[in-house]
C-alpha cells in the first residue's frame, strides 16, 4: 500500500514537473504598447503606418520552445496612416475591406532552427498561416522570443507573473492578399514590409 502510494506521488510530482514551465500569455495587451508597424515604399511616394489592436494567446514553455503555437490577431480597423483621405481608401474594399474582415491572423504552430541567444532569449524560424481577407497563405519567418520572469509587475503593478515578448520583421505580397492587385504599383509597393513587436502576459 506505502509503495503504491509513494508511486502515485511521483506520478503526480513527474506530471506537474513537465507542465509546470508552460503557460498561456494573453496578448491582449492592456497598455497599448504592442504594436504592427508597416512600410510600402514604391517609385513616386512611400507609405508608412502602424496598428495597434493586438489580442490573441500564445502557448509558451521555456523547456521547450520549439513548440510555442497560438493565434494572434489584428484589428483592420486600427491600421493608421498619416493622412485620413488615405486611410479611408485602405479600409474600403479595394484595399483592406475593414467593415468585411475586421481581423488579420497569424496562427503560430512552431518555431524551427531555434537558437539560444541569451537568458530566456530564443532566435528561430516561425512557422504558420497568415490569413488577410479571408485569405490563407503558409508563412516563416524570422522572430525574436523574449521570456522575461517575473517582470509582468514593471508592466501592470501590484500583477504578479512573466511577459514574453514576440519581435520580427517579414514581407509580404499585396497581391497574394488580393489587396487591390495588380494596382495602383507606382504609389503603392506591392511588397509590404512589417514589424511585429508584441507582448504578452501570464499571471502566475
Not at 494573453?26 to 489580442?55: C, H, K, Q, R, Y
Request: aromatic share 6%; glycine share 12%; charged share 20%.
Amino acid at each position: 500500500m506505502i509503495k503504491r502510494i509513494l508511486g502515485t506521488i511521483t506520478g503526480i510530482l513527474l506530471a506537474f514537473n513537465v507542465f509546470a514551465g508552460s503557460a498561456t500569455f494573453d496578448f491582449t495587451d492592456p497598455s497599448g504598447v504592442s504594436n504592427l508597424s508597416f512600410d510600402m515604399t514604391a517609385p513616386v511616394e512611400s507609405i508608412s503606418g502602424s496598428a495597434d489592436g493586438i489580442s490573441g494567446s500564445i502557448d509558451f514553455d521555456p523547456a521547450k520552445p520549439e513548440a510555442t503555437n497560438g493565434t494572434i490577431s489584428v484589428a483592420t480597423s486600427s491600421l493608421m496612416v498619416p493622412k485620413a483621405k488615405m486611410r479611408d481608401h485602405i479600409m474600403g474594399s479595394m484595399w483592406m475591406d475593414a467593415k468585411k474582415y475586421p481581423e488579420m491572423t497569424f496562427k503560430l504552430s512552431g518555431v524551427s532552427e531555434l537558437k539560444a541567444a541569451g537568458d530566456g532569449v530564443f532566435k528561430g524560424q516561425a512557422n504558420g498561416t497568415m490569413t488577410v481577407k479571408g485569405v490563407a497563405k503558409e508563412l516563416n519567418t524570422e522572430v525574436t522570443i523574449k521570456h522575461l520572469v517575473g517582470k509582468l509587475g514593471a508592466k501592470l503593478p501590484g500583477k504578479k507573473g512573466d511577459l514574453l515578448v514576440v519581435s520580427g520583421t517579414l514581407i509580404v505580397n499585396r497581391d497574394a492578399f488580393n489587396i487591390n492587385a495588380g494596382q495602383k504599383l507606382d504609389k503603392v509597393a506591392n511588397d509590404i514590409h512589417i514589424g511585429l513587436n508584441f507582448i504578452g502576459y501570464s499571471e502566475n
